[in-house]
C-alpha cells in the first residue's frame, strides 16, 4: 500500500544532542513537508520542499535542517539549537500539479527532551 | 500572512446529532483543506475543496471562496467521529497554514 511512513515513533533527545527524524513515501508525490505540533495547537511549518535538492524554510525553521536527495526521503534534524523541542512531529507529502493537492500525512513522532 | 479561524473550538455531541464546523479565512485561497486528526494523531485528509461542495458518506464540505468560509458537516454522528478537525488554506500553491481546530467528543 502507498503511504507515508515516519520513524521512530517515540523519540527521547538529551540536551544538547542532534537528532534525525525520517520520513519516507512511496506515493510519487513531488512535495513533501515537515509540520510541528504542541500540545492543544494546530499546526505549524517547519521546511517544506518541491522537488529533490530544493527545499525551503518555513515559519518556525530555526534550530532544524533538511535535506531531499531522494524524492522519497526528507529527514528533518533537531539541532542543539533549537531551545524547546518537545512537540509532536508530522510529516506530509502532496502532488505538485493535477486536480487535487491533498496533503497525507504521516503517523507522526512524538520527541521529549530529557 | 494568511490568518485561519476555526469555530466553535469545542463541541460535545450525543451520537446521532448533526453538526457544523465553521472555518473563516482572511484572504483569497486556492488551495482549502479539511483533516480530521484521531486521538492517536494521526491526521487524514477529509475533503480537498477549494470551492463548492462534496461529500464522502455521512461527511459534506462547502466552499464559499468569494466569502472566505468554508463548513464541514457531520450528519448522524458517531463516537468514531470524535478528535480534532483541522481547516487549513494556501494563498497560492501547496504550502498550507492550520486553524487552530475544533476539538469534537461525540458521547454514546
Known amino acids: 500500500d502507498g503511504g507515508i511512513t515516519q520513524s521512530p515513533k517515540y523519540l527521547f533527545r538529551k540536551e544538547g544532542q542532534n537528532v534525525t527524524l525520517s520520513c519516507e513515501q512511496n506515493l510519487n508525490h513531488d512535495a513533501m513537508y515537515w509540520y510541528r505540533q504542541d500540545p492543544g495547537q494546530g499546526l505549524r511549518l517547519i521546511y517544506y520542499?518541491?522537488?529533490?535538492?530544493?527545499?525551503q524554510k518555513g515559519d518556525i525553521a530555526e534550530g532544524y535542517s533538511v535535506s531531499r536527495e531522494k524524492k522519497e526521503s526528507f529527514p528533518l534534524t533537531v539541532t542543539s539549537a533549537q531551545k524547546n523541542p518537545t512537540a509532536f512531529y508530522l510529516c506530509a507529502s502532496s502532488m505538485q500539479s493535477g486536480l487535487n493537492y491533498g496533503y497525507t500525512f504521516g503517523s507522526g513522532t512524538r520527541l521529549t527532551v530529557v | 500572512g494568511i490568518q485561519v479561524e476555526q469555530s466553535p473550538p469545542d463541541l460535545i455531541l450525543q451520537e446521532g446529532a448533526n453538526s457544523t464546523l465553521r472555518c473563516n479565512f482572511s484572504?483569497?485561497?486556492?488551495?482549502l483543506q479539511w483533516f480530521h486528526q484521531n486521538p492517536w494523531g494521526q491526521l487524514i485528509n477529509l475533503f480537498y475543496i477549494p470551492s463548492g461542495t462534496k461529500q464522502n458518506g455521512r461527511l459534506s464540505a462547502t466552499t464559499v471562496a468569494t466569502e472566505r468560509y468554508s463548513l464541514l458537516y457531520i450528519s448522524s454522528s458517531q463516537t468514531t467521529d470524535s478528535g480534532v478537525y483541522f481547516c487549513a488554506v494556501a494563498e497560492y500553491g501547496n504550502k498550507l497554514v492550520f486553524g487552530a481546530g475544533t476539538i469534537l467528543r461525540v458521547k454514546s
Open positions: 520542499s518541491q522537488i529533490v535538492n530544493d527545499f
Open positions: 484572504d483569497s485561497v486556492n488551495n
